[in-house]
């Protein structure tokens, strides 16, 4: 079992299932609620997911045009999951930095590299997608 929380504690969360994957996301809503950077997401069935504490949500489209719902603290704001509603099926992101143990699992690709800053620190040793984990790869650098 894989345990996390919130930055003040308040919301607490269990995962039953072992991590799917790990991406770290550049798509401009990413870069927003990560204050400038992408967000580092790891990848479970949401079933295997339990929250427990009140957690505000935001549903929105994304660039992707995919209706996404994002859960965060309503005390201290931390960013605690994003789930795609529709289409139904995909893997909850929860976000890396609310697990207990971060060294969990390493992102092993970026996405929507199309969307970052020239500045970004982007690892050269991992696939760049330019758009979303299905769309083609692009180049390094």
């Known amino acids: 079992m894989h345990t996390g929380q919130c930055l003040c504690g308040q ?22 609620i990560a ?3 992408a967000t580092v997401n790891v990848l479970f069935a949401e079933e295997a997911v339990v929250y427990s504490g009140a957690i505000s949500t935001l549903r929105m489209t994304a660039d992707s045009g995919n209706t996404v719902e994002r859960g965060f603290c309503p005390e201290c704001g931390a960013q605690l999951y994003s789930k795609t509603v529709e289409p139904s099926g995909m893997p909850m992101r929860v976000r890396a930095g609310t697990l207990d143990d971060p060294e969990l699992i390493a992102p092993s690709s970026l996405i929507w590299v199309s969307s970052a800053p020239s500045w970004a620190c982007l690892d050269p040793g991992l696939p760049h ?3 979303g984990p299905d769309s083609p790869l692009v180049e390094a650098g």
């Not at 269990?14 to 870069?31: H, M, N």
């Open 11 to 32: 919301v607490r969360f269990t995962v039953t299932a072992e991590p799917s994957g790990a991406r770290a996301c550049w798509c401009r809503d990413c870069q927003r």
């Open 35 to 37: 204050s400038g950077s």
């Open 129 to 131: 997608h330019g758009r």
